[in-house]
């Protein structure tokens, strides 16, 4: 006994060592940090401001403030020098643990809070902004800004389903003028700020080409403002270069699109995926890039993914539309449970059901008592949108500051109409009108005898296609 005391405390101070010192500096964690503006009287979030923040569990409030401000510089260098202040959601100032006089800890606070520490966020606000907000009013720079308010999955705020419209954008006397807008009108108005004497160079190889898109995106001098120059290689090493007129650039963002969708970031269904968290993704930034590469995809002429669910898109664009169903889950075990619930008959089926799977209903807050059987349709909508939603909102909002490039979001939040189908899947059927749109021919001199075999075969084509169409 006392030689397994003494080899106790043996192994024990290893612990204080290298090995020991390495353990605990690996044991960073995840939290989220945005940013405070003034909005007439209040402090609102900012949208497109949120980032993923590593730090200790024990970190102490001016440490977190100081990590904070420095990644917000890092990723924003417009941020004004400062000084800030660290605040809860409720716009309180981060001083203490709420409801106590202890000194805030990260760790105590998420043990209060109760949730994982992946879901918290704070915010950091001007000092000046925080302590005179209540003196000051809306001026025109605040009212640029976009705010948002944190969805709540029981309720819903109907501030989320108003469109936003920027000062300068058409007022509701106009609009007769907005429902004659095309997509074609709002990717010409976004593409307007890109300069055509500049480009931003990818190197891409069809072998991997998520390689080189990640590479091109992420170089220092990369601009989204820029034209893009690809050139790809073959295997011969002969490269093909094109500032486009067209093809390598739309062949290298259809490739990216087809690419793009099987990155372990996304899950469900084809043709309706959605974003799920994955911590590699979170450190590599990931889900910001992708976000990014479909705004510029869209706005540079190439596709749109065409493989997100509606539900996500719907979420991004800020309506409050959810309509997922079982099938949307990839789980075959969460799957079966949720059909299980579904199909349950009567009140004590349904109780015994939710018991038996309470463990993953409380998980997502959606255990309850039932009263009578048609709750189960609230459980298992409640689960979806949890699933779907609500555990992967931190990824979320990342993706949607990539959204931001170009202004596509917010062309996506005042356009959600036309530009939801760009993000979606489509089972659309392509006509014969559309088809021959697509080819431009190129004809012999007006009065040749080429030119009149060309128009007589043009005339053939045109009844080609109108045949199958048919079919």
Not at 276 to 281: E, L
Not at 314 to 329: D, E, M, R, W
């Amino acid at each position: 006994m006392e030689y397994r005391s003494s080899k106790s405390k043996e192994r024990q101070s290893f612990n204080c060592g290298p090995k020991g010192r390495y353990k605990q500096e690996k044991k960073n964690v995840q939290i989220n940090i945005g940013l405070m503006v003034p909005h007439g009287t209040d402090l609102k979030p900012l949208r497109g401001k949120t980032l993923p923040l590593f730090t200790d569990p024990e970190v102490a409030a001016p440490d977190l403030l100081k990590q904070a401000v420095q990644k917000m510089k890092t990723f924003n260098k417009d941020m004004d020098e400062g000084p800030y202040v660290l605040l809860y959601p409720d716009c309180s100032e981060v001083v203490h643990v709420p409801g106590s006089e202890r000194p805030f800890k990260l760790a105590e606070y998420k043990k209060e809070i109760g949730k994982a520490y992946a879901r918290i966020t704070f915010f950091i606000c001007l000092e000046t902004h925080f302590r005179g907000v209540d003196g000051q009013e809306d001026t025109s720079d605040s009212d640029s800004e976009i705010v948002i308010t944190s969805r709540n999955r029981a309720e819903f705020n109907r501030a989320d389903t108003v469109v936003f419209e920027p000062q300068n954008q058409s007022t509701p006397k106009d609009k007769g003028e907005e429902m004659n807008i095309t997509l074609r009108d709002i990717i010409a108005n976004l593409s307007h700020p890109i300069d055509h004497e500049r480009v931003s160079r990818f190197n891409i190889s069809r072998a991997n080409v998520w390689d080189g898109a990640v590479r091109g995106f992420k170089r220092t001098t990369y601009s989204e403002t820029c034209d893009m120059l690809v050139k790809f290689t073959d295997d011969a090493g002969v490269f093909e270069e094109g500032i486009d007129t067209g093809g390598p650039r739309r062949e290298f963002l259809t490739l990216l699109m087809k690419h793009l969708k099987d990155r372990p970031i996304f899950d469900g269904p084809e043709g309706h995926r959605f974003l799920v968290y994955n911590a590699n993704a979170v450190r590599e930034d990931e889900y910001y890039l992708a976000g990014k590469m479909i705004a510029v995809s869209i706005v540079h002429g190439g596709p749109g993914p065409h493989f997100l669910s509606e539900d996500l898109v719907h979420y991004l664009a800020g309506q409050p539309s959810f309509k997922a169903t079982v099938n949307s889950i990839t789980d075959e075990e969460i799957g079966k449970a949720l059909q299980e619930i579904e199909n349950a008959a009567s009140v004590d089926a349904l109780r015994e059901c939710t018991m038996r799977h309470s463990t993953m209903l409380q998980t997502a807050g959606c255990l309850r008592h039932v009263a009578t059987v048609e709750e189960k349709k609230d459980i298992v909508s409640d689960y979806l949108r949890w699933y779907i939603i609500d555990r992967n909102s931190s990824v979320i909002d990342r993706f949607r500051d990539g959204l931001s490039a170009l202004q596509f979001l917010t062309a996506l939040l005042q356009h959600p109409t036309l530009l939801a189908p760009v993000l979606t899947h489509s089972e659309k059927q392509l006509t014969a009108l559309e088809l021959e749109s697509l080819f431009k021919p190129d004809l012999s001199p007006s009065g040749s005898n080429r030119r009149l075999k060309e128009s007589q075969t043009l005339g053939y084509w045109a009844d080609y296609l109108l045949d199958c169409e048919g079919l």
